[in-house]
């Protein structure tokens, strides 16, 4: 990723990641550094994804962290994964929920560490935006699940990270949180009011995170394009999509990324390409409140 002279940043539409401001690429590697998962946590990205790393090196990688081991543990015995009887170690939990699902929540933990509560007026509410996050990731997963369109743990890791830009804004840039409150206040919406304050859209910043963590190139997609689905031009959109239907549908059943937020509807478009009508979402009513519930369970684990 280069940075070129010209004064203004800019998304591509195929999904390639373009910064064409020199400040603003110099901002982004600062903000990355501060807000980057620890070495540890990379590792094990890395690892659930190598077809050569097996159960028992995910086991040993995770176990060099104890409070870790012992929050995964926790979260695998709430009611969001729904196993029929507890687990008591970090082995039997591999074995049950397999790799990927076993990353997500170790991930899940690393990112949740990264951004306490505040109670700071020079904030958005950072409760609120983690468990929004938290809620898309959930439904993002149910919908992939619904749907077979996507893999569902990819999916919930996409919706779980598409608004880390926001989370690191008010991580590091809270400073600036009077003046983008001021200017939801005239009619903005939150990434609007970000892009006007700081003159770039949040989701740029949180697709550059992922970009640096070396997360897979349609997960960096899905969090740069999720508030524009349409303007996203690559080949591989099911989870961009599937990450924007699912913050419509979080927000829309009151996980909204600030307690005030209005659900913002998708396009026709997005509707038709997930094979999806507010009829089938009507039916997918209950499992929807139930993952929700689930997810607030998880959080406290």
């Known amino acids: ?53 097996d159960a028992e090196d995910l086991r040993q990688l995770i176990e060099r962290d104890p409070a870790l081991a012992a929050r995964i543990i926790r979260i695998v015995n709430s009611s969001f994964y729904g196993l029929r009887q507890e687990v008591a170690d970090l082995r039997s939990a591999i074995a049950l929920l397999g790799t990927k699902q076993i990353r997500n929540v170790a991930i899940t933990v690393f990112v949740s560490r990264q951004f306490t509560p505040t109670a700071s007026k020079e904030s958005l509410d950072r409760n609120q935006l983690w468990n929004h996050s938290m809620a898309v990731g959930a439904v993002a997963r149910l919908l992939a699940k619904t749907l077979k369109n996507a893999d569902p743990d990819e999916a919930y890791l996409a919706g779980l990270l598409h608004d880390m830009g926001l989370l690191i804004i008010d991580q590091h840039l809270a400073r600036h949180v009077p003046r983008i409150r001021t200017s939801m206040s005239e009619g903005a919406s939150l990434h609007e009011a970000v892009e006007q304050i700081l003159t770039f859209d949040p989701s740029q910043l949180g697709a550059y995170v992922a970009w640096r963590s070396k997360f897979p190139s349609r997960l960096v997609s899905s969090i740069e394009f999720h508030q524009k689905p349409e303007a996203y031009q690559g080949e591989e959109r099911q989870l961009t999509d599937l990450v924007a239907m699912a913050d419509y549908v979080a927000t829309l059943n009151g996980t909204g990324v600030l307690a005030e937020s209005k659900p913002e509807r998708p396009t026709q478009r997005v509707f038709d390409r997930l094979g999806l009508t507010d009829e089938r979402l009507s039916e997918l009513a209950p499992q929807i409140a139930e993952t929700l519930d689930a997810t607030k369970a998880m959080a406290s684990a």
Not at 23 to 38: G, H, K, N, V, Y
Not at 43 to 48: F, G, H, N, V
């Open 1 to 53: 990723m280069t940075a070129t002279a010209t004064p203004t940043a800019s998304q591509s539409s195929s999904g390639v990641l373009e910064l064409h401001n020199e400040a603003l690429e110099t901002l982004f590697q600062r903000l990355s550094e501060l807000s980057s998962l620890p070495s540890i946590a990379l590792r094990i990205i890395e690892a659930a994804v190598d077809e050569h790393t």
